[in-house]
């Protein structure tokens, strides 16, 4: 790659190499955990993987009997409760805590564990609106496929190389559904496959990764998504597992099983921008179309500071993205000024 890809190395005072991180799961910076055999004196090397150097390959490196959150589950919560959330990892005070989604909105939140002075890394912890259900075991075959009712989320587990988690629904002819894992977006090692067979065992539709433009590359889109119309009413079965058989207690996450809600969210590049007083720069929309929403979007600055003017009306319907301009005011300003993009569309009958 482009960039400083480190790797760490721990050596004992005889200079014999005890532990190496070229990584952590699907994050390109390494994590090193290792249990100090006995007293001494040990290195720790960071280096390059290929051994380049470069003036911007600089690194901060944290070290210490210091908490780490490796795994959380369940992955979320529903809003408005509270969750009893289960913590593994290294030098945690406590394998519990409770997580307070009450006053939250819909979105994903960072969860840590204190211990004394010191605060662990921050983990990934999504609210939802939907109700919230357990996957259930044995559900590995269609045979033992676990009864569930649509819409809802289904907060599990591949717990074990070669598993997969079965759930059974019923549809009516002509219905759409939405099926979607929440998993490597919540840090979760799961590289999920998801699969929808009639009662018949007939595959109808079938997703690896599932590109999603609001999460950038970090997640690869390793998340699985299937948006489907039902052909006839009868009972459905929704198959989960990783597409390279891997499992255990870390591999968890979030099935999201609902009827399409056409939606849109804004992006705006860049993020920051200096200008002069009556200057204008341009600036680049994308709108992240959802669930089939094809619309215009309508933008404008919501409560921005007296002066500064927006070009351009609408994202057109079909359009991904829009380039137009952002004036200042002529008078110029001080301090850091915070902008908010506005962006409405009919929706089903709504703003």
Known sequence: PGWFQATLALYDAKGKEV???????????????????????YVLEVKDSIYRGREDFVYRITLGELPFVTGIFPLGGKAGARTAVQVKGWNLPVTKITQDNRGKAEGTYPVSVRQGEWVSNRVPFAVDKLRESAEKEPNNQVKGAQRVKLPLIVNGRIDRP?????FRFQGRAGEEIVAEVFARRLDSPLDSLLKLTDATG????????????GAGLLTHHADSRIGFKLPTNGTYYLSLGDTQRKGGAEYAYRLRIRRPQPDFELRVTPSSINLRPGATVPITVYALRKDGFAGDVKLGLK???????????WVPANQDKLRLTLTAPPNGFDDPRGLTLEGRAPIQGRE
């Open 19 to 41: 532990d190496y991180a070229g990584d952590y799961r699907f994050h390109p910076d390494p994590v090193l955990h290792y249990q100090i055999p006995g007293d001494g004196e």
């Open 162 to 166: 070669g598993d997969q988690d079965v």
């Open 202 to 213: 007939k595959q109808l539709a079938a997703n690896d990764d599932h590109e999603d433009k």
């Open 303 to 313: 409560d921005a500071p007296a002066g500064f003017a927006l070009s351009g009306g």
